[in-house]
């Protein structure tokens, strides 16, 4: 019993089906979370202002233009990663990849730079113009990069995800039992999940549903479901003895395939949807990084004439 219940999720003892190994049966890792990176642009900004606030910078100090100057630099340096990707001999200095780590890079410490070296304050009409500017392109940027976040792996790749989790809890049509067999309603909770969020139905509704409504179905499935596994696993336990640590690790393994089976049915669900909110905001985003830039020249000229 032991042996067999290591060998899948098998939390009702049966053993996993045949030629199904255990890693076969372990839930494909998620996408990894951006929300540490946005802990961290709200901890600088805070840091920024908590410098500023205590009188340690002035725009008009040395330390305070060369700050400007650094910042406006690393603005203009957001530009060599658009232009690696369309001049044909900058795509060979080295991989885009790594292009990419250098834009973020400038795109978050240029902004902080900017905001030191203006201390949170406006001095001009040109120079308010000018930090606007920047600060609707660095959050332009953030929601870029959080709807890249969720298309980059392309639908294939989404919807193979999706495949192998239903290979791994059993739910293909060519499997004797799914590893939730010992729990039907779990079964029954989870196709009907899946069935209402894969509908495809035309219209801004149907996008409002995927990004808003759906998540908040996907917490509720999954606590509905998490809570039944775990009144079944413990019956089990019971009733056949198994140690605690045998106990607790069925429950973990069974919470994990149903944690990343839903987020799965998800991302493949609300994928059309961001990869059409993706369209749109580089549309925009361009005409944005424009008028930071004239703005920002401006503002340098104004600075050195006046």
């Known amino acids: 019993m032991k042996a067999a ?28 979370s951006d929300g540490p990176l946005y802990l961290l642009l709200v901890a600088l900004v805070l840091g920024v202002w908590e410098l500023t606030r205590r009188g340690h910078l002035r725009p008009d100090s040395d330390l305070g233009y060369w700050l400007g100057v650094a910042g406006g630099v690393m603005m203009l340096a957001l530009l060599l990663y658009p232009l690696r990707k369309h001049v044909p001999f900058m795509r060979a200095l080295g991989p885009a990849k790594y292009w990419f780590v250098f834009h973020m890079v400038c795109g978050i410490c240029g902004p902080l730079l900017i905001l030191l070296h203006c201390a949170f304050r406006i001095g001009s009409l040109n120079a308010a113009v000018a930090l ?14 959080f709807l890249y976040a969720h298309i980059h792996r392309g639908l294939l790749g989404e919807k193979s995800t999706l495949r192998e989790l239903q290979a791994a809890a059993g739910f293909q049509h060519d499997a004797v039992k799914s590893r939730f ?21 035309p219209g801004w509704r149907n996008d409002l549903r ?20 775990d009144q079944v696993v413990a019956r089990l336990g019971l009733e056949r003895s198994w140690r605690r640590g045998d106990l607790n690790d069925r429950r ?33 985003h361009i005409p944005f990084v424009y008028v930071m830039l004239i703005t920002a020249v401006v503002h340098v000229v104004a600075v050195h004439a006046y």
Do not use: K
Request: with cysteine.
């Open 5 to 32: 219940g290591r060998e899948g999720l098998a939390v009702g003892g049966a053993s996993a089906p045949s030629g199904s190994g255990r890693a076969r049966t372990r839930a494909p890792r998620s996408r990894a």
């Open 181 to 201: 067999h010992f729990a039907p309603s779990v079964e029954q909770r989870l196709f009907a999940f899946e069935a209402d969020a894969l509908r495809s139905e």
């Open 210 to 229: 995927c990004v808003m409504v759906l998540p908040y179905r996907q917490w509720r499935t999954y606590r509905a479901c998490a809570r039944e596994v």
């Open 252 to 284: 973990r393994r069974a919470r994990g395939l149903l944690r990343a089976y839903l987020a799965s049915v998800v991302r493949v669900a609300q994928f059309s949807v961001y990869e059409r909110l993706f369209s749109l905001w580089h549309v925009l």
């Open 132 to 145: 606007i500017s920047m600060l609707v392109v660095a959050a332009s940027g953030i929601i870029g990069r």
